[in-house]
């Protein structure tokens, strides 16, 4: 088993080194997204017009693009993105909000795809509607499958189009194709406050910057995001202060802390 640097290290590189995450992401989770990576030490920039995403994402130490509202405009601005970031070894990060509800999220979807992202992250019916091209799965942008029920899904899927996968709910799932982990913790109320996952894509870009392998780093954002929620479910008396909680969390969060309740297994890694 190699040594490999631990959740704490990474928080505490993206407190040291401040990078910029470029979020081309919906307006729903503009504000949480952008707070959040205030919150753990990283500098956000929330910019979508097509005449700037180039230089943008120059400048950033990773990119993130979410799909949940898009238009036109939008979809040509991401992939200029994208394409951008591909081309400037920059860790991109995929969030394909709802794409099994419409032709549309699905075609955004597989063209961004295309462009390999660095890392998918998806709820369980979204991940399931990625590899399988299915389109009317899922409840909108909610799963109404479990993450255990995509597992396979998602190994060939990272395989096909050699990306991380992280398939999150209440245990999430990441793989690359050959290594695998779960990752638990977490509280309900992250399901009850609008954009946490949204935002959690956010922090995985933040995590990229810092981590070589993306799998590791994505491990770490996860095992980040569960351990804030766990500290803002303890404290919160219901969905609203649960969201302030959560931002106080990751602002607060000692990496020993984090290393503390980090709960990550490995399952076994194929050669």
């Not at 995403?53 to 993105?81: R, Y």
């Not at 109404?144 to 709910?169: F, I, N, P």
């Not at 959690?200 to 491990?219: C, N, Q, R």
Request: hydrophobic share 45%; with cysteine; aromatic share 4%.
């Amino acid at each position: 088993m190699q040594n490999r640097s631990s959740p704490g290290q990474s928080l505490g590189a993206i407190r040291e080194t401040g990078p910029l995450v470029h979020n081309i992401t919906n307006l729903v989770a503009m504000d949480l997204a952008a707070n959040s990576l205030l919150a753990i030490g990283a500098s956000p920039v929330m910019a979508h017009a097509a005449e700037e995403v180039e230089d943008f994402v120059s400048l950033a130490g990773a990119l993130t693009i979410n799909i949940g509202t898009f238009t036109v405009d939008w979809q040509e601005a991401a992939v200029s993105a994208a394409v951008q970031a591909l081309g400037s070894e920059t860790p991109w990060v995929l969030d394909p909000v709802g794409c099994g509800a419409t032709r549309f999220r699905m075609e955004n979807t597989q063209r961004l795809l295309k462009i390999r992202p660095t890392l998918l992250r998806g709820n369980a019916s979204e991940v399931s509607a990625v590899a399988n091209h299915a389109l009317r799965s899922g409840k909108g942008v909610d799963a109404t499958q479990s993450v255990r029920d995509v597992e396979e899904d998602a190994k060939r899927l990272a395989r096909e189009v050699e990306v991380v996968v992280a398939v999150t709910g209440e245990v999430d799932f990441v793989t690359d194709g050959q290594r695998a982990l779960r990752v638990s913790g977490g509280h309900p109320l992250l399901t009850r406050v609008t954009a946490t996952g949204c935002a959690l894509s956010a922090l995985s870009g933040a995590f990229l910057s810092v981590e070589a392998d993306p799998l590791v780093a994505t491990s770490h954002a996860l095992a980040c995001m569960s351990a804030a929620g766990e500290i803002a479910g303890s404290q919160a008396q219901g969905p609203g202060s649960f969201r302030v909680r959560l931002l106080d969390a990751l602002y607060s969060m000692a990496p020993e802390k984090l290393d503390e309740l980090a709960a990550i297994e490995w399952m076994e890694e194929q050669e």
